[in-house]
């Protein structure tokens, strides 16, 4: 292990002043160095770690302690979840663009579909595809680790998280159906006769949630310990790619983020099932007196966005992460502000915890309130401008590569931008009273947290695909499956805010002849007519995927060029262990590409100064 | 400046040093281990969902319209037939913070590799934490008794039960799901499991005295979350 053997002493005296940035002077932080050895890394402060390999084929797929095995396992269930709420959306287009047309859609079952469609796609979709799918997958390999700190416990997490799936699909099957409470929950509707599926499917559903909140919280503890403590030697924190500061500050938030969610979930639950009055006021139901009185529904709404903000942000930071990394290796160019994007990325994170009653402006509320949760949810813009600014700066006068990766990204940034902006009407009290429970709100929040982190969902799997799988997916049909999606999207809700505006409310089974949809029932039409045509398109990446696994042309290790060091495995797909005998070392970030001077245009991460020291690297 | 616990890793003073020192390769806390990183990291969250259960029963309390139970009426204990308030809860908590103590010794006879005195000591600290647990449920078989339920209770808002049963009882649980691990603990270490790093049934993972510790971190939060459960059900 020991680095003495691997120095290039050759290296002679013409440093100039980026490779002298490079010796272990800057790195070890000492001014006492006085012939430094310019590819000194300090020597592992930890053993190698204990691994246990399967033995057999339960251990190695099943019950597997591999992070990527789990990955992949994360990665299936989600997908498994996002394509019945896909079908549970394309059943509500169904009614809203032609009422009736479907009998069996009743307005009961129409409430149902909203619901689990919001709470599968929000929690069990995005968030488990980020961080158990893509988290368990990258942090590993991202930081030079052999696996993640506490294997077993991240096996348990996945099964957690599969147990919940299960409970929660099991809610479509119990007597009463799934809940139709909206995927807020709000008491004291949700567990009040009326509501479809107060009975078993709420219980279900908060019994599912507790057991995410407890699976996410196993997955959750290795994915912030083996960031911090299990990166390898070089691997400082600002050499991370951005991949791994959006995992990471993501799952922060979780952590802290979750309990509220659990709570309130364990509340509702003792009022549902012993009769507690946590969230329930008195309330008279046909002339008479229910059991309960005396609780806050205010106190759940609190609780639920203390979990329900910092959740957008749970799902988007881990996107903006990926999508900076897919820019910079695809666009060939470092990528602009990376400091600035990472306290962006810290930043964002920190605020999303005090801006969560912006989503109760219509509850009623201190006027003093509105405007302080009205100031931090636009100061909010600032970080998320950066980061966009960034991305544009990297692609300008980059060697932009316009493959199917780069199209997902671009697309993101577009859809990311447009979903934002419509955020800043929301977050200002007097312009969000008027557009509240309108299709303006479903427009906004399905551009900036559905479709824009769907979108690097698409990169990214175009993108490490070669990785996981070891062949490349076909670039002609990734790209018509990014323009029909693409421009899909745009025809399913850009139209909505329109709908929005001239006040159509969302949540409603049918419009009957309501005076708005002289005007809205031809846009609803054509609003269905393209959510099946997307929902559709997504055959594109399945059929793509089983033509490459058949016929597709096996990849070379490291396809794209690119530095972070799970390009540099010993074998593709990499094994257990990751890296073969020897864990890398690290000596720069992952951006370097079209380094003046250098021979190729990227540098790994794991080129050594003496390697490169006719070239202008950057200090990092 | 050199940390002598880690080569190589040089020391510098001031804020940029700490900067550097945080930001530095492969550890943020240097020499701190794994499973105790990801305890504090744990508590931190399970903090968070204490911190959740106490404002949502703060705000339960000051906006239910019915009047709040007098807590010293209503946790009283009759002693020789003088109802003495908090008297069954002071034991508890005399107990509950005794164990911690324990569990202190326990840790530090571990790291001596003192085997018996650390053995002995987790299960004087299990006992103590079965102790407080028996002493809740007499406390709730004497509330339930008196009519206290989850859903009504005969001194004044129904939401006295419904608050004190979920906490308590979350706390409660926390401490049991403790003693459990206290008792396999206990027997690992009389096994001498920590000497001869023999490894786990289930994570397969070598052990090591340091996991008493980790342990005693979790005991000792589920003390301290004790104490702000005190605070804010019996004494306000």
Redesign the interface.
Known sequence: MSDEHENKSGYQAQSSETIHAQSSEA????GSGIAPDMDY??????PEQ?L?HPHSFIEKWVFCQDAKVIGVQYFLTAVFTGIVGLILSWLMRLQLGFPGLAGFITAEHYYQFVTMHGMIMVVYFLTALFLGGFGNYLIPLMVGARDM?????NMLSFWMFFVAVVVLMASFFVPGGPTGAGWTLYPPQTILEGTPGHGWGILLMLISLSLFVIGF?MG??NY??TI????????????MPLTVWGIFTATVLA??A???L???S??MT?DKL?????FMPTILKAGEVL?Y????PI?FQ??FW?FGHPEVYIVALPAFGIVSDLISVHARKNIFGYRMMVWAIVGIGALSFFVWAHHMYVSGMNPWFGFFFASTTLIIAVPTAMKVYNWILTLWRGNIRINTVMLWCLGFIVTFVNGGITGIFLGNVSVDVPLSDTYFVVAHFHMVMGIAPLMVIMGAIYHWFPLVAGKMLNEKLGKWHFWITFLGAYSIYFPMHYLGFIGVPRRYYEMYDSPYMTSGVGLNEFISTAAFIVGAAQLFLVFNIIKTMKTGKKAEQNPWKANSLEWYTSTVPPEHGNFGDRLPV?HRWPYDYNVPGAEQDYLPQTAAPSEVAHTEVEKT | M?DPN?????L?KGFK?MA?D???????????H??K??MW??L???T??F???LI?YM??RS????EWPNPSEVFALDAFGVPVPLLLIALMTFVLITSSGTMALAVKYGYEKNRKMCGYLILATALGGLTFVGMQAYEWSKLIHEGVR??SNPFG???F???FF?ITG?HGTHVSIGVIFLFIYCYKVFAGHYDKGKRGW?????GDYVEVEILGLYWHFVDLVWVFIFAFFYLW
């Open positions: 790195i070890t932080g000492s890394v300090r020597p592992a402060e930890l204990d246990y700190v506490f294997p077993y416990v919280t959750g503890l912030m310990i911090l403590q299990a990166r390898t030697r070089g691997m400082t924190l600002m050499r952590m802290l979750f309990p509220a659990l709570v309130s364990i509340m003792l012993l009769g507690t009055s946590f059991e009185g005396g609780g806050s106190l609190h609780l203390f690290v | 050199s880690i080569e190589g890793f040089e510098e040093g550097k945080t930001g530095s390769d492969q550890t943020m806390f240097k020499g701190v794994w499973g990183a990801m990291i744990f931190l969250s399970d968070f969902v911190s959740c259960f949502a705000k339960g906006s239910t319209p019915a989850p859903w808002a129904a939401q039960g419904s608050f979920m979350f289930f994570t397969k993972m070598k």
